[in-house]
């Protein structure tokens, strides 16, 4: 039986641009084929449980604004909260959704009835799951809300913290395990500081090497096949986050052994808040093998705050998946939507049409990407700016050494002509293509 939150809103459907519905799909239409792969298949959509149903409406000056008939804190509740959420993924025909423990349980007063919770609500989950398509990108474990993670999780001061947060850790992750979840994320929104004056960092940065270690042991232990991501933010709600980018997080893996474990979630937001371009972390993360997946929203230019707008600009998202692709596209990640309705959107009509422009931005976004691609233009640019070092002049330099490259100078008057980069000429095909 229907919770009839979203009323006669039907299922959306791709009608093609000359379609004037709001709520139809206008450039997704999954089973197009493009580079060999169904649009369904590449972007692989997961709607963020926390933005779409956890989140009040609030800002730092007023409170909640949405009314939803599922919030308050009771099983009950929570269950309603997730019979709406299956509506919205069927009416998207979302094939993926994402949460974090506390979006979809209850708090309890203590570890055992968090867990309890947890697991109640995911052998709901698991019921729903049997019917519906929408399968769990990843699963995560909220360490930044409670109070007891003010001053971090794993890098706490207080080692009950951090004992807290790791069994909870451990019960996020079976639950993941559990619902047949293809990744399983690690986003540390207090791991960091506020003041150096009270901080240890050497300390901290070491327990947070431990934790992940367990992480990736307790993942081997059980089983699971998923990826593990950390997910790079510079501040907020830490004033400093340790994950800052996508270079950071690499050198912190590398320095833990994990680099071969552990990939990237990356977000537009994020890299905006790091000072990067969102091109810059991926092609970051794809240089040094650590692209896993994105969360995809937009950051307001101006606010310097994570503001976690839907994504609508097509050549921003034409340069996203550009990346992606070149990196030979998804394995175990996709396209999560962490982003949330503006405050005064209020109504379920909002949430849909939101999710439904995403996705259309994402697929233009893609399409434009695809064709850049098998025109190959970049790519002859790119071929031809670095064709010195498949000479054998460049291909010998890189195993000779500073004596031997210092004579070869002299003796052969090496003189190089500086050569033009192109960029206009670069941008201005961009622009056919988006
Ligand atoms: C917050 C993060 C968060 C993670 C999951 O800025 O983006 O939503 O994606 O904990
Ligand atoms: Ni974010
Ligand atoms: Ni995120």
Not at 106 to 118: C, H, Q, V, W
Request: with cysteine; glycine share 10%; net charge negative.
């Amino acid at each position: 039986m229907s919770t009839g939150f979203f009323k006669d809103i039907q299922k959306a459907k791709y009608e093609g641009t000359s379609s004037s519905n709001p709520l139809s799909f206008q450039h997704y239409d999954k089973d197009e084929v493009v580079m060999g792969k169904r649009l369904e298949d590449h972007l692989r959509f997961a709607v963020a449980y926390w933005h779409s149903f956890a989140w009040p409406g609030g800002d730092p000056f007023g409170g909640q604004t949405f009314e939803r008939p599922w919030f308050g804190d009771t099983m009950d509740l929570a269950k309603l909260k997730a019979d709406v959420a299956f509506e919205m993924f069927d009416i998207l025909d979302a094939p993926y959704f994402c949460f974090h423990d506390a979006d979809v349980r209850p708090e309890g007063d203590s570890f055992a009835e968090n867990t309890r919770n947890l697991e109640e609500i995911v052998d709901y989950f698991a019921e729903k799951m049997e019917t519906s398509k929408t399968k769990l990108l990843w699963g995560t474990a909220n360490l930044f809300s409670h109070r007891r993670y003010m001053s971090g999780a794993a890098t706490n001061p207080d080692p009950e913290v951090f004992a807290f947060a790791a069994a909870t850790v451990k019960t996020c992750m079976d639950a993941t395990h559990k619902l047949g979840g293809e990744n399983y994320v690690l986003w540390g929104g207090r791991e960091g500081y506020e003041t150096l004056l009270n901080t240890d960092m050497g300390r901290e940065l070491d327990n947070m090497g431990r934790f992940l270690s367990m992480v990736v042991e307790y993942k081997h232990k059980i089983g699971f096949k998923g990826t593990i991501l950390v997910e790079p933010k510079p501040q907020e709600p830490s004033k400093h986050q340790y994950d800052f980018d996508a270079a950071t997080c690499f050198g912190f893996l590398q320095k833990y052994g994990l680099e071969n474990e552990v990939k990237l979630n990356l977000e537009q937001g994020h890299a905006i808040l790091a000072g990067h371009s969102f091109e810059h972390e991926l092609a970051t993360a794809a240089a040094l093998g650590v692209l896993g997946s994105i969360d995809m929203n937009r950051n307001d230019y101006q606010s310097g705050w994570d503001t976690d707008q839907f994504p609508n600009s097509v050549p921003e998202v034409a340069l996203t998946y550009y990346h992606i692709l070149k990196d030979g596209g998804f394995t175990t990640g996709g396209t999560n939507f962490d982003a949330k309705l503006r405050r005064q959107s209020l109504d379920p009509v909002d949430l849909i049409a939101a999710h439904i422009g995403g996705m259309d931005v994402c697929a233009r976004g893609l399409k434009a990407a695809a064709a850049m691609i098998e025109d190959g233009g970049l790519e002859d640019a790119l071929n031809e700016r670095y064709a010195g070092w498949d000479q054998p002049f460049g291909g010998d330099l890189l195993g000779s050494n500073l004596e031997d490259i210092a004579s070869q100078v002299a003796r052969e008057e090496i003189n190089p002509a500086p050569k033009s980069g192109r960029q206009e000429i670069l941008e201005n095909y961009v622009n056919r293509f988006v």
